[in-house]
C-alpha cells in the first residue's frame, strides 16, 4: 500500500435486529490517505456498518478496530462524521453550529470560514439550502483536522456542481493523510473510491479496485435497427435490460438465450459480448440476492 497504514479494520462483523441480520460476516480495511466506498442499494447494511465503526452500534459477532483498537469516545475524537441526516441543529444558527462542534472537540473556532458559509453565519440552519447544509456539515466535521472521515450518502439531494465540489472535499482529505470511508448509491460516486466494498442484504458481495469488481462479469449489447422491439422482447424475458444510446446492453446472460428470444420475435440484431459496468455489476448482484 506504498507505506499507507490500516486505521480501520472490519474483520466478519455482525450485526443483528432482532430476526433481522443487518449486517452479516463484512469485513473491510480503511487505509491512510485512501477513500474506500461502501456501494449498496438503500437497506444494503451500509449504514448499519459505520454505526459500528463508529461505536454506536454493538456487534453481535466479528471485530471492529479503529486506530487499532476498539471503537470508543477516544477514538471518536480522531475521525469525522457526516451522518445522512447531516448531523446540524437546526434551530440554531450556521455560527452556533460551528462553535458547539469546536468547543466539542476542543478546537477554537476558525477565524477563516469560507464565504458562502460566513455569508450566512446568522441564519439558522432550517433556513439555508441543502447544499450549503452539507458544505457546513463538512466544514464541521473537518475542523478538529480529523484522521479518519466517515461520510454516509454524503451528497444526496444535491444539484452536480455542489457534488463535484464536495467531492474536491473529500479528495483533498485524502491527499491530505486521512482515511476516509464513504457510503453511496450513486455509480459516478462509486468510481471516484479507490476501493469497492459491495454490499447486498448485509454481506459483503465484492470487494476490490473498481476493475476487481467488475471483472469476468460480461454484458452482450444488442444493436438493431428496430432497438426499441428488441428492448421490449427482452425486458419482456425478465432480463436486466438497460440502454446505452440505442444500443441495448444486457448482463450476465448468456448469448445464446439472447439470439433465442430475439428470434421469436422477429427481431433482427447483432450481437456481441463486453465487458459490464459497475451499475450493470450492481444489478445482477442485487437480482442474485432476491432470488436467493
Request: aromatic fraction near 4%.
Amino acid at each position: 500500500m506504498n507505506g499507507r497504514r490500516p486505521i480501520v479494520e472490519v474483520d466478519g462483523a455482525v450485526k443483528r435486529f432482532g430476526r433481522l441480520t443487518a449486517v452479516d460476516g463484512v469485513s473491510l480495511t480503511v487505509h491512510t490517505g485512501e477513500i474506500v466506498g461502501l456501494l449498496g442499494a438503500n437497506g444494503a447494511g451500509k449504514t448499519t456498518l459505520i454505526k459500528t465503526i463508529l461505536g454506536i452500534e454493538a456487534l453481535h459477532g466479528g471485530r471492529v478496530n479503529v486506530f487499532g483498537t476498539a471503537p470508543s469516545r477516544a477514538t471518536r475524537q480522531r475521525l469525522g462524521y457526516v451522518p445522512q441526516g447531516l448531523g446540524l441543529y437546526v434551530q440554531l444558527s450556521v455560527k452556533q453550529n460551528i462553535d458547539f462542534v469546536a468547543g466539542a472537540f476542543g478546537v477554537r473556532t476558525p477565524t477563516s470560514i469560507p464565504e458562502d458559509i460566513a455569508t450566512h453565519a446568522h441564519h439558522q440552519v432550517k433556513d439555508v439550502g441543502l447544499g450549503l447544509q452539507r458544505r457546513l456539515a463538512f466544514f464541521c466535521a473537518l475542523l478538529h483536522r480529523p484522521e479518519l472521515l466517515v461520510l454516509d450518502e454524503p451528497t444526496s439531494g444535491v444539484d452536480p456542481l455542489a457534488r463535484a465540489r464536495l467531492w474536491d472535499t473529500i479528495h483533498a482529505q485524502a491527499e491530505a493523510g486521512a482515511g476516509v470511508l464513504v457510503s453511496t448509491h450513486s455509480m459516478q460516486e462509486a468510481e471516484q473510491c479507490d476501493v469497492l466494498v459491495l454490499m447486498s442484504s448485509g454481506r459483503n458481495v465484492a470487494s476490490g479496485t473498481q476493475a476487481d469488481v467488475i471483472a469476468g462479469t460480461t454484458a452482450v449489447e444488442v444493436r438493431s435497427p428496430v432497438w426499441s422491439m428488441a428492448f421490449e422482447a427482452l425486458s419482456a424475458a425478465r432480463l436486466p435490460v438497460t440502454l446505452a444510446g440505442r444500443a441495448v446492453r444486457v448482463a450476465g446472460v448468456d448469448r445464446a438465450r439472447i439470439a433465442a428470444i430475439l428470434s421469436a420475435a422477429s427481431v433482427t440484431a447483432d450481437l456481441r459480448e463486453v465487458p459490464a459496468t459497475l451499475e450493470e455489476k450492481m444489478v445482477l448482484v442485487h437480482r442474485r440476492t432476491a432470488t436467493g
